[in-house]
């Protein structure tokens, strides 16, 4: 059992590069979330799904897209990227509701020069 | 106002003791609350939840939640240095959770 994947582990982009972060599950969650961790700042929510065929915003939505391929996946999209989406950016997904708790993917490592 | 606020630390134990680590909350209509332990460059592991006043006891871990203050705190008894990492008090809001920024806990052998 995967858990909650993420791809890929580690990125390099240069200023104004685009790329998607790719995540799956395979617990059967109905949502999913995409949050980055900053020094300091703690885990700040980018977007969310609830369900599959809805996104909302979170806190720190801007320059961000995202997709919800299917009930497993939720890509997170950079159209163009800038200094300051450096960051770890962590895949999670969870049963419906707020009484359980989140599972977390590996993370990705994205450093934009 | 910080939806959840933890003192950052670094709060150090020696082995063999009690480690108490402290999470208030802005939100009274908050109805869970959950504690992740995050290993440097890992990511963050769920290892209790507690949605009742009073105490949950899991392990070496015990949660304790107290709605009327709005305070959520983890004992962690007979620490071990396998226990030094970041804990991340996580407390929901209507469609998400809210993420404290972490106590980081280092247990001396």
């Known amino acids: 059992n995967a858990g909650v994947t993420q791809t890929p582990k580690f990125q390099v982009l240069k200023t104004g590069q685009s790329m998607t972060l790719q995540c799956a599950q395979d617990?059967?969650?109905?949502?999913m979330y995409w949050y980055r961790q900053d020094p300091g700042m703690g885990l700040r929510l980018i977007y969310y799904s609830a369900s599959e065929g809805t996104t909302d915003k979170g806190e720190v939505p801007n320059g961000y897209n995202v997709s919800r391929l299917n009930k497993r996946e939720f890509s997170l999209r950079l159209e163009s990227a800038a200094p300051s989406q450096t960051s770890v950016y962590f895949c999670a997904s969870s049963e419906s509701g707020n009484l359980a708790g989140y599972t977390f993917g590996s993370g990705t490592r994205l450093t934009v020069v | 106002q910080k939806e959840v606020e933890q003192n950052s630390g670094p709060l150090s134990v020696p082995e063999g003791a009690i480690a108490s680590l402290n999470c208030t909350y802005s939100d009274r209509g908050s109805q869970s609350f959950f504690w992740y332990r995050q290993y440097s460059g890992k990511s963050p592991e769920l290892i209790m939840s507690i949605y009742s006043n009073g105490d949950k006891e899991d392990g070496r871990f015990t949660a304790q939640l107290n709605k009327a203050s709005q305070y959520v705190s983890l004992l962690i008894r007979d620490s071990q240095p396998s226990d030094s990492a970041t804990y991340l008090c996580?407390?929901?809001?209507?469609?998400?959770?809210?993420f404290g920024t972490g106590t980081s806990l280092t247990v001396i052998p």
């Open positions: 996580a407390v929901t809001g209507s469609n998400q959770f809210y």
């Open positions: 617990m059967n969650h109905n949502s």
